[in-house]
């Protein structure tokens, strides 16, 4: 009904950059929430940026001033761009959305939580 798509991984050196996009489709009506997640190997998954309520954003303190998140909301699409990017950057780059189906769960407040498959990122000289 609803799918996330992430692209743009890949491997980068050090001090590097790279674009993730996440393009949301399916049965949408209201986005509430939208960005990404990170899991690298035998660590918990964490958050990284998202769009919140009101049109704020919120990241990680570890890639504030590196990672810019930005959307389209026409194409329901959210952009990560990362900067200046350290090997401890390297994890499985999730896309999440937070949103309504339909009129009537926007009504209800029944929001659904949504994820990717995910894209690898690895930063390695």
């Known amino acids: 009904q609803v799918q996330l798509v992430e692209s743009g991984g890949g491997l980068v050196q050090p001090g590097g950059s790279l674009r993730l996009s996440c393009a949301a489709s399916?049965?949408?009506?209201?986005?509430?929430?939208m960005g990404w997640y990170r899991q690298a190997p035998g660590k918990q998954r964490e958050l990284v940026a998202t769009?919140?309520?009101?049109?704020?954003?919120n990241y990680a303190d570890s890639v504030k001033g590196r990672f810019t998140i930005s959307r389209d909301n026409a194409k329901n699409t959210v952009y990560l761009q990362m900067n200046s990017l350290k090997p401890e950057d390297t994890a499985v780059y999730y896309c999440?959305?937070?949103?309504?189906?339909?009129?009537?769960?926007?009504?209800?407040?029944?929001?659904?939580?949504?994820w990717g498959q995910g894209t690898q990122v690895t930063v390695s000289s």
């Open positions: 399916g049965n949408i009506f209201i986005i509430n929430t």
């Open positions: 769009f919140t309520t009101g049109d704020n954003t």
């Open positions: 999440n959305a937070d949103l309504y189906s339909s009129t009537s769960t926007w009504i209800r407040r029944r929001p659904s939580t949504y």
